[in-house]
């Protein structure tokens, strides 16, 4: 179904308070080719983090590579890439590691979602992502937005991980996976899955991040460097480039 702009602005308020907690404007995104300062690459300062950039390849509810992820990186500010590097240090003393999806996300990626949501159902990701929420109401449900807070640099989508083996833990669901059991409280889910993320959530808070009730893997740093701006640079090791 297609949407009219009107019903989209409302929808991105909406969509977008859920996602973060917005402060300042809401404008367009600069477009550029470049990082702004601050900006770094989460291998440089935590490798022991795992990237699983879905965005970058076709495992992910569009079915496709999304725009703007010229590389399967995460690009994150630095003071949110040190927290969570601090935060994969506490996890790695009790046996896990961290496994990074999303982070930084380019507003033409926002906006590949959105293109997305207005095409036709064909089915291809359903059953995986979002067997439940009609894909038109995705952002109205919390769990998308037209604007973003990984788009100003400090948001993360994440899972726990074994340390001894790199064997995934049991969260209960997959990764965007758009439903109600991925409600971070959701009482659906088996009894490890719901301490797995308490686990998750309890460290990363500790660190600074903030959780969404509608997303167990999505985590913002409370106090992001840029918490007005909406960026639209590549995520690419060149956009890094000063």
Known sequence: ???????????????A????????SQGPAPVTDTAPAGFVALREIA?????????????NFTGEPVDGYEEPICLLTRDAAEALARAARTLR???YRLRVYDCYRPQRAVDHFTAWMERPEDGRTRAEFYPRVPKDRLVEEGY???RSGHSRGS???????????????DMGTGFDFFDPRSHGDSPDVPAGARA???????????EGFAPVSTEWWHFGYRDEPYPETYFDFPVSTKALAR
């Open 47 to 59: 490798p022991d983090i795992e990237e699983e950039m879905r965005y970058a390849g076709a495992h």
């Open 93 to 95: 003393e009790r046996g």
């Open 17 to 24: 308070a859920l996602v973060l907690p917005l402060s300042g």
């Open 155 to 169: 948001t993360v989508d994440l899972t726990l991980v074994r340390a001894a083996d790199g064997a995934p833990v």
């Open 144 to 146: 998308l937005a037209v």
């Open 1 to 15: 179904m297609r949407r009219s702009p009107a019903v989209l602005a409302a929808a991105a308020v909406a969509g």
């Open 196 to 206: 797995a993320r308490r686990l998750l959530a309890d460290t990363l808070d500790a």
